[in-house]
């Protein structure tokens, strides 16, 4: 994997200087209107995990854009399935990211949004007790919430039997979380995807072949294809970061 090596842009203007965390975060910019964006990582070969976890195919370039991709959000997505899974803590930052937060005129921490059609959730979890902002659980009518979950966490039900996942983004637009970033997993991404709510994809692909077995990034139902733009590429020794909006 990639180890201490920095970051550089291949594309558009390839440049050999290293890219320090100002110049990373320019290329991924904020947007003047709602604006969702996803972060995946995936090997050569389409993995989206090894050895059942994300974290296999990660790298300490890899990990320092998604720190800042967690920087310039609003609220944090992601699947119960995945905070299960990965082992999701509280979503934290830094002073030196809470300083910048400030100064742009956003809450010290983003929220964390998890996304459950079943609600099987266990409260005691560090990813609520520990949350410095309380998170907010996009649900539907009919699902029974676990006892003690209200307490740590908002839950916002769209949807009678199906979470409705455009109600519930324009819900999360109205309280201000209008710069949404999604971190999987795939089902969710599949839903997002059906439901036409992808604005960008960051993908980093992992200079490694896994073989057969693991899933996609993205898991479902089967929907027509969506066209996509290449905004730039990023290379860390042999690791791409690649980003594409609408």
């Avoid at 100002?22 to 209107?33: E, G, Q, V």
């Avoid at 077995?213 to 990023?234: D, F, K, Q, S, Y």
Wanted: glycine share 10%; with cysteine.
């Amino acid at each position: 994997m990639s180890g201490n090596v920095g970051i550089t842009r291949v594309w558009p203007g390839p440049a050999t200087a290293a890219l320090d965390d100002s110049a990373l975060i320019t290329l991924y910019p904020r947007t003047d209107r709602p604006h969702l964006r996803t972060n995946f990582v995936a090997s050569i070969d389409g993995a989206v995990e090894l050895d059942g976890h994300s974290a296999g195919l990660s790298s300490r370039p890899d990990k320092r854009v998604f720190g800042l991709l967690r920087m310039v959000c609003d609220a944090l997505l992601v699947g119960a399935g995945t905070l299960r899974n990965e082992g999701y803590r509280a979503v934290r930052l830094d002073e030196r990211r809470r300083a910048w937060r400030r100064e742009h005129g956003l809450a010290d921490y983003p929220t964390l949004v998890v996304v459950s059609r079943a609600l099987n959730l266990d409260p005691s979890s560090a990813a609520f007790t520990d949350a410095p902002v309380r998170p907010v659980v996009l649900t539907h009518q009919r699902a029974d919430a676990p006892p003690g979950l209200a307490d740590v966490a908002d839950l916002l039900r769209c949807g009678e039997e199906q979470v409705d996942l455009a109600a519930g983004l324009t819900e999360l637009h109205r309280r201000g979380h209008r710069q949404l970033l999604c971190e999987g997993g795939p089902h969710l991404f599949g839903s997002l995807t059906a439901a036409d709510l992808v604005d960008e994809v960051c993908l980093t692909v992992a200079p490694m072949l896994t073989g057969p077995g693991a899933g996609r990034i993205t898991a479902g139902e089967t929907t027509g294809p969506r066209g996509m733009a290449l905004r730039h590429v990023l290379a860390a020794a042999d690791e791409l970061l690649l980003r594409y909006t609408r």
